[in-house]
T-cell receptor, first 111, second 112 residues
């Protein structure tokens, strides 16, 4: 019963490096999203997708890129990491139950 | 557009005391409402949800919440706090089941 799986759990990057956070769900959900969580700011939506081949920007999209080639996968790419992108990242999915399910989180530090 | 306000970013209660975490929403029509719990270094877990029907919703770990349309509220309660309840709690709202809006969270501390 995997649900939403995201990797890696922890990552340290140097400023300017790029990386991809992986996310996969096995619930056949059409909707997938990425959030970042920062102290005192709750969850902020980065990008989302309503189905394969369709993506859109959320509240804080700058510096991030996404693609949705399959229903299952929704990777998040950091193009050129900056210290301001130090955060905890959560991938999530939702389907016909109108309920959102989260992955375990990815702790990213940019030095 | 919808929004969620959680009153009190930090709440402390004694073990065995009532837990009350407040959530108010803004929406033009009755939304779906949720409470999620986040334990340290973990993801968000669904605690309970309101979709339609009975306005008093029971969730896991003895928590419950009541949807009050007239007050646009969905406060979370538990009669008797346990040490294991210490966590971050998030209220969320959606109209479509796609776009979810979260509050900024309430950190619950349980004092022994």
């Amino acid at each position: 019963n995997a649900g939403v799986t995201q990797t890696p759990k922890f990552q340290v990057l140097k400023t300017g490096q790029s990386m991809t956070l992986q996310c996969a769900q096995d619930m056949n959900h059409e909707y997938m999203s990425w959030y970042r969580q920062d102290p005192g700011m709750g969850l902020r939506l980065i990008h989302y997708s309503v189905g394969a081949g369709i993506t859109d920007q959320g509240e804080v999209p700058n510096g991030y890129n996404v693609s949705r080639s399959t229903t299952e996968d929704f990777p998040l790419r950091l193009l050129s990491a900056a210290p301001s992108q130090t955060s905890v990242y959560f991938c999530a999915s939702s389907g016909s139950e109108n309920t959102i399910y989260f992955g375990e989180g990815s702790w990213l530090t940019v030095v | 557009a919808q929004s969620v306000t959680q009153l009190g970013s930090h709440v402390s209660v004694s073990e065995g005391a009532l837990v009350l975490l407040r959530c108010n929403y803004s929406s033009s029509v009755p939304p779906y409402l949720f409470w999620y719990v986040q334990y340290p270094n973990q993801g968000l877990q669904l605690l309970l949800k309101y979709t339609t029907g009975a306005t008093l919703v029971k969730g896991i770990n003895g928590f419950e919440a009541e949807f009050k349309k007239s007050e646009t509220s969905f406060h979370l309660t538990k009669p008797s706090a346990h040490m294991s309840d210490a966590a971050e709690y998030f209220c969320a709202v959606t109209l479509t089941g796609n776009q979810f809006y979260f509050g900024t969270g309430t950190s619950l501390t349980v004092i022994p």
